[in-house]
T-cell receptor
Framework: DADVTQTPRNRITKTGKRIMLECSQT?????MYWYRQDPGLGLRLIYY???????NKGEISDGYSVSRQAQAKFSLSLESAIPNQTALYFC???????????FGQGTRLTVV | ELKVEQNPLFLSMQEGKNYTIYCNYS?????LYWYRQDPGKSLESLFV?????AVKQEGRLMASLDTKARLSTLHITAAVHDLSATYFC????????FGKGTRLSVIA
């Protein structure tokens, strides 16, 4: 099984719909992250969490919210999806030393 | 606020040639990461550089870190087609801040 699992892997949704992307990890790490990837823009940080009670906004948090349900689970929600949120979304984890960050397989989201 | 810039953003190389990808960062970062991404895939960790002067090599790829110059390089030796991918550098420790990536195409 993958260390970091994202569901769903692909999703097409309509403008205005609420959608949740889920991430779970088996690494036992405290730190979890959500990134968005757009062609030519690299990965941009949406939200991050250093432990269950800690949630922080990243560079592009507007239009998104997150929930850290447990150490192993970190969900990203789009309250009212819009077409420019069409992107590839990655969840990642690391321990506090951050000697390596582990990435999920990504969720390709299309908003029509 | 840490900012990371990579250049070039696009690189077309002939097989057998050498080239270097550059990664500059704006503020103190005590570690630098290099990742590879194949189209539609996740990120694969290549190197983590933890100190000034660090050099790591894996096959045809060699990464180095100069913290005084705020510069990391990824050197490609004798490129082969299998190295075609997008390469990202990222500054840390956490959360990682990524450059925009270098799309490498190795052609015969």
């Amino acid at each position: 099984d993958a260390d970091v699992t994202q569901t769903p892997r692909n999703r097409i949704t309509k403008t205005g719909k609420r959608i949740m992307l889920e991430c779970s990890q088996t690494k036992g790490h405290d730190r979890m992250y959500w990134y968005r990837q757009d062609p030519g823009l690299g990965l941009r940080l949406i939200y991050y969490s250093f432990d269950v009670k800690d949630i922080n906004k990243g560079e592009i948090s507007d239009g998104y919210s997150v929930s850290r349900q447990a150490q192993a689970k970190f969900s990203l929600s789009l309250e009212s999806a819009i077409p420019n949120q069409t992107a590839l979304y990655f969840c990642a984890t690391s321990d506090w030393r951050a000697t390596e960050a582990f990435f999920g397989q990504g969720t390709r989201l299309t908003v029509v | 606020e840490l900012k990371v810039e990579q250049n070039p953003l696009f690189l077309s190389m002939q097989e057998g040639k050498n080239y270097t990808i550059y990664c500059n960062y704006s503020t103190t970062s005590d570690r630098l990461y290099w990742y590879r991404q194949d189209p539609g895939k996740s990120l694969e960790s290549l190197f983590v550089l933890l100190s000034n002067g660090a050099v790591k090599q894996e096959g045809r790829l060699m990464a180095s870190l100069d913290t005084k110059a705020r510069l990391s390089t990824l050197h490609i030796t004798a490129a082969v087609h299998d190295l075609s991918a997008t390469y990202f550098c990222a500054g840390g420790p956490t959360p990682l801040v990524f450059g925009k990536g270098t799309r490498l195409s190795v052609i015969a």
